[in-house]
């Protein structure tokens, strides 16, 4: 079990003689996974944030490395896929909520497809993280785009898991992309998503998935496991960060299994809920709110 003797200090469990016994504490306390690792819920939280802090201004190149430059492509393919955007004469302004999208390329993307395609220069965007640092990336990348010092678009720091400044029923199209796997509890950050989405609203999520072609896995788990920490340190000096977020691709449940952890949140999945891409590194998974 992972836990550092530093971790048992800060809860009591060592130096006190009052304190519960390690084991004693260990049977109280609920652990979850980082990456390969196990830690305390309340520590994960705090691990994914200086993973991210430490990356935030590099993000780009780590999805790059990570996917060899195909994540691009991948979210083009999502924004596409959901054609968002206030069709001309409708006069109902779309509320787009993107969770983990601090550096803001998923919501930029959506609200350029709206514009673009359907004239949309009024449907409002909040992008939503936990790592300020992430955030304040987005925040210096918006300024080189159209909505630059415009009401419209707003950068939040929240828990996606609670998202408690956000209200119930009041977002009708929430995307999440490359976030998800480093929730502490998906399932409740699911069920948040289906709480602040509007009857009609979608849930749209991309994620690193599961190769299902056994050789493919193979080939892929030698490039994931060998290569990425290594290309981490060599581009980032941070080979850290990357093994943990290579670990954490293969801790998250695999396509059918998130999709029906879709489904208990109460969304209704269209079909088999989702759409591998590049042989399943990838997919795109599609909830509905009734």
């Known amino acids: 079990m992972s836990?550092?003797?530093?971790?048992?200090?800060?809860?009591?469990?060592i130096g006190s003689k009052t304190a519960a016994t390690p084991r004693r504490l260990f049977s109280q306390i609920d652990f979850t996974h980082f990456g390969y690792k196990t830690v305390p819920k309340g520590e994960k939280e705090r691990l994914v944030h200086d993973v991210f802090s430490s990356v935030a201004s590099k993000y780009d190149v780590?999805?790059?490395?990570?996917?060899?430059?195909?994540?691009?492509?991948?979210?083009?393919?999502?924004?596409?896929k959901l054609d968002c955007g206030m069709r001309p004469n409708s006069g109902e302004l779309l509320a787009?909520?993107?969770?983990?999208?601090?550096t803001g390329d998923i919501?930029?993307?959506l609200l350029d497809h709206a514009r673009l395609k359907y004239g949309d220069n009024k449907s409002t965007m909040t992008v939503a993280d936990i790592n300020p640092d992430m955030l304040r990336e987005g925040e210096k990348r918006c300024l080189?785009?159209?909505?630059?010092?415009?009401?419209?678009?707003?950068?939040?720091?929240?828990?996606?898991?609670?998202?408690?400044?956000?209200?119930?029923?009041?977002?009708?199209?929430?995307?999440i992309a490359f976030g998800i796997r480093n929730f502490t509890n998906?399932?409740?950050?699911?069920?948040?998503?289906?709480?602040?989405?509007?009857?009609?609203?979608?849930?749209?999520?991309?994620?690193f998935s599961q190769v299902e072609e056994p050789a493919l896995d193979y080939l892929y788990q030698i490039y994931s496991f060998s290569l990425l920490p290594m290309m981490g340190q060599l581009?980032?000096?941070?080979r850290d960060s990357y093994q943990y977020l290579v670990e954490s691709i293969r801790k998250f449940p695999n396509q059918e299994t998130f999709a029906n952890m879709i489904r208990e949140a109460g969304?209704?999945?269209p079909g088999k809920g989702y759409e591998n891409l590049t042989f399943g590194v990838a997919a795109i998974h599609i909830g509905v709110k009734l």
């Open 62 to 80: 780590m999805n790059d490395v990570m996917s060899m430059g195909v994540h691009r492509l991948w979210k083009k393919h999502l924004i596409e």
């Open 3 to 13: 836990v550092k003797l530093s971790t048992l200090h800060r809860l009591g469990a």
């Open 186 to 207: 998906v399932q409740a950050g699911l069920n948040t998503a289906y709480r602040v989405l509007k009857p009609g609203g979608i849930f749209a999520c991309l994620e």
């Open 107 to 109: 919501a930029f993307g």
């Open 235 to 238: 581009i980032a000096n941070d």
């Open 144 to 175: 080189s785009t159209p909505y630059a010092n415009s009401a419209r678009i707003q950068f939040l720091e929240q828990n996606g898991e609670t998202m408690d400044a956000i209200p119930d029923n009041s977002k009708d199209v929430y995307t």
């Open 267 to 269: 969304f209704y999945v």
């Open 96 to 102: 787009f909520l993107d969770v983990a999208g601090g």
